[in-house]
Every structure is written in C-alpha cells, then in structure tokens.
Nanobody, 127 residues
Framework: QVELVESGGGLVQPGGSLRLSCSAS????????LAWFRQAPGTEREFVAA????????QYHDSVKGRFFISRDNAKTTMSLQMDSLKPEDTAIYYC????????????????????WGQGTQVTVSS
C-alpha cells in the first residue's frame, strides 16, 4: 500500500489557476500509473486525468483538456495537477489515486481501476 497525500487546494476566482500536488510515502510510487479524480457534493467521483509510470502516457477528461496538465516527478515521489482557466464547475474535492500497474488501465476513468487513494483537497472556484 502506498500512502498518498494531496495539497494545494483552496479558493480561487473563475479564470484563475491552482496547482495541486500529491506526495507518496514510498519510492515504489514510480512503478505505478497515477490519476486525479474529483467529487462535487451529491455526485459520484469523476475521473480528471491519469499518467503512466514514466509520464509518457497521459489521459484527460474532455472537460479539462487544454486547461489542466498532469505531471510527475518520480525522484521526488510527487505528482502534480496544474489547473488553469478554472470554472465554477471545477469546484470539488480532488483526490489522487494509484493504479495497479505501470501503465494507464484501459478503464482509467473508473474508480475500480485504482488501489490506493488520498484523503482529498478542496478546490473552490467562486467570485
């Protein structure tokens, strides 16, 4: 099991930017694909972005393409999500998750494809 801790959430105005980070407890972090999900009140947890162990494979939800950018630094056992041009509908708790293997699962959009989860960080986009 890999312990994951998210940080970087907060309150931002529409059109603003935030950078989320996910740090891991073990250097085995580098062996796994990772992802970001989000959950707004009263909704199911929703896929945002995923990245393979090397960073060469990346997937995004259509709603964040061109605005959000996922990256990782295996040497520092961290993953980041740069969020630009934020919208009120991006308001949610954001979670990082660890996949079961090195590559992005074919069902990368499903929470069932991930084995470890962080506690989440709140992102609120409001004027």
């Amino acid at each position: 099991q890999v312990e994951l801790v998210e940080s970087g959430g907060g309150l931002v105005q529409p059109g603003g930017s935030l950078r989320l980070s996910c740090s891991a407890s073990k250097d085995t972090f580098s062996r796994y694909a990772l992802a970001w999900f989000r959950q707004a009140p009263g909704t199911e947890r929703e896929f945002v972005a995923a990245i393979s162990w090397s960073g060469n494979g990346i997937q995004y939800h259509d709603s964040v393409k061109g605005r959000f950018f996922i990256s990782r630094d295996n040497a520092k056992t961290t993953m980041s999500l740069q969020m630009d041009s934020l919208k009120p509908e991006d308001t949610a708790i954001y979670y990082c998750a660890r996949g079961g293997g090195k590559y992005i699962h074919t069902s990368y959009y499903s929470t069932a494809s991930y084995e470890d989860w962080g506690q989440g960080t709140q992102v609120t986009v409001s004027s």
